[in-house]
């Protein structure tokens, strides 16, 4: 649905028309609930992955204590009921302060994920450094090693991803918030919004190409349900 609202948008301020008054109300307000509740979910996830490897990197003897499916559990489902609860807050707000919440939600949540990925790039250096610094590495030291900076470049790849798909909406949000009629303005908000839901898209791949375990879930379940 988002797709082809997006067009009918571009091409509505193309003409020169911003308001969207031809529109039915209905039809703008369930794509709207739709846009925001499925991007806040996945920007909710995106965070708690990158909590979830730094208490992975920092207490590796405790992980699996600590985070069992039953926390994950309650994780997602807790995730999906703050986006969801989100979702009518912002709908329910003017359109000026709807940019003004999405911009500073969007940026602290890009400054927590920033932090928990520089805390775990500086604690695999740490490791990597205090294990090379020993004269005998033993097998079991080296395979943690090579676990770590494979895990770590995966975090990179996603952390980039991240920010190439959300920083440019940040950006397009504040001029909104001055004036949110001006054509380039809109126009600019909507394209890069586009980049929020490609990243939506784009981090599975990421996931099935970095983690052998999820590549072999991934195949297991398409065999199964495609039919041959």
């Not at 303005?185 to 190409?209: D, E, K, R």
């Amino acid at each position: 649905m988002f797709g082809i609202i997006i067009v009918v948008i571009l091409v509505t301020v193309a003409r020169g028309n911003y308001k969207l008054d031809f529109m039915c109300p209905s039809v703008i307000t369930i794509n709207l609930f739709s846009s925001y509740i499925v991007t806040g979910a996945s920007f909710l996830t995106i965070a708690a992955i990158a909590v979830d490897r730094l208490v992975a990197v920092i207490l590796p003897l405790r992980y699996q204590a600590l985070v069992t499916e039953k926390r994950v559990n309650i994780a997602v489902a807790i995730i999906w009921l703050t986006s969801g609860l989100s979702s009518c807050a912002l709908i329910a707000i003017s359109s000026r302060n709807n940019y003004l919440i999405s911009a500073v939600v969007e940026t602290m949540g890009l400054l927590v994920i920033t932090v928990a990925y520089f805390r775990i790039f500086k604690v695999v250096r740490h490791h990597q450094n205090q294990i090379h610094s020993q004269h005998q590495i033993q097998n079991g030291q080296a395979l943690k090693v090579i676990r770590e900076k494979k895990s770590a470049l995966s975090a990179f790849y996603v952390y980039f991803l991240c920010l190439v798909c959300y920083l440019p909406t940040v950006f397009a949000s504040f001029p909104l918030i001055v004036d949110n009629f001006k054509g380039s303005f809109f126009l600019a908000f909507y394209i890069t919004s586009f980049l929020v839901f490609l990243n939506s898209s784009l981090n599975p791949l990421v996931y099935c190409w970095r983690y052998r375990e999820i590549r072999y879930i991934v195949k297991n379940t398409l065999k199964k349900n495609i039919p041959h």
